[in-house]
């Protein structure tokens, strides 16, 4: 993506990641693959223009990025696992090195909407974990004063899915402020912390893609037989 389509860069500040400078060896090469979900439905969805912009600047940094739109995306249990939407989300964290969250905070916690997104995303299919060793990204918006509710519970999602959730976040308080009538972040200290977040994002995914096998490997494990883990890991919803 060309400087042009990011404006609010502080001119020579923020450069393409350099991938020797944190790839493992053996490296696969590609551009680290990313994928955003947002958890609004609102034409003028402030998680997902935030979605949006973290994913220019991902682009920027190297990566290939794709969004989940989660309209459409039935409740958790409530259609089958091969429904349309809840495939398409399943084909999108399997093929992800990793995933940036972005809610809105609603009643101090996530949307129903974020959470019925991370809940079709299985822990285990078979003996395989997709979302396992994978880097994560949480951010949220709010309407009134900034709060952490929400990006303090996707940081416990991720650690639940085993994902490797990067030090840093971003808050966006009062959100109707922060983005023109396009939908573009206006420049700022939040602006700037999003920055960070991406930037933070695309470095962590280059140092653990190639490492996730052994940084996931586990001791409980290897003395588990694979069919005795897909029993334990695919046991039925309660």
């Known amino acids: 993506m060309p400087l042009s389509d990011l404006p609010n860069l502080a001119h020579g500040a923020l450069a393409p990641i350099e991938p020797a400078l944190y790839a493992a060896p053996g490296d696969p090469a590609h551009p680290p ?10 034409e003028r969805s402030y998680s997902r223009f935030v979605a949006e912009e973290a994913g220019r600047l991902l682009t920027y940094l190297g990566c290939e990025v794709r969004s989940f739109d989660p309209r ?12 349309p939407k809840v495939a398409e989300l399943r084909d999108l964290a399997k093929w992800s090195e990793g995933m ?6 609603r009643h101090g916690a996530m949307t129903g909407i974020m959470k019925a997104q991370i809940d079709w995303i299985p822990l285990s299919q078979g003996a395989v974990r997709p979302t396992q060793g994978k880097t994560l990204a949480v951010m949220q918006v709010s309407g ?12 416990i999602l ?3 899915m085993r994902m490797v959730t990067i030090p840093n976040q971003s808050s966006v308080p009062k959100a109707f402020n922060e983005f023109d009538e396009a939908g573009r972040m ?16 695309t470095k962590f995914t280059y140092m653990t893609r190639g490492r996730s096998a052994a ?3 586990r001791y409980s494990e290897r003395v588990e037989s ?10 039925p919803a309660i």
């Open 186 to 201: 206006k420049p700022s200290a939040l602006y700037e912390r999003i920055v960070d977040v991406c930037e933070e994002l």
């Open 158 to 160: 991720g650690r639940w």
């Open 100 to 105: 940036v969250w972005v809610s809105p905070e």
């Open 226 to 235: 694979a069919a005795e883990l897909s029993k334990r890991v695919n046991q």
């Open 144 to 155: 009134g004063s900034q709060s952490f509710n929400a990006v303090n519970q996707l940081r």
């Open 33 to 42: 693959r990313i994928l955003t979900l947002y958890g609004s439905l609102r």
């Open 215 to 217: 940084l996931t490997d």
């Open 72 to 83: 459409d995306l039935p409740l958790p249990d409530g259609a089958p696992s091969d429904h």
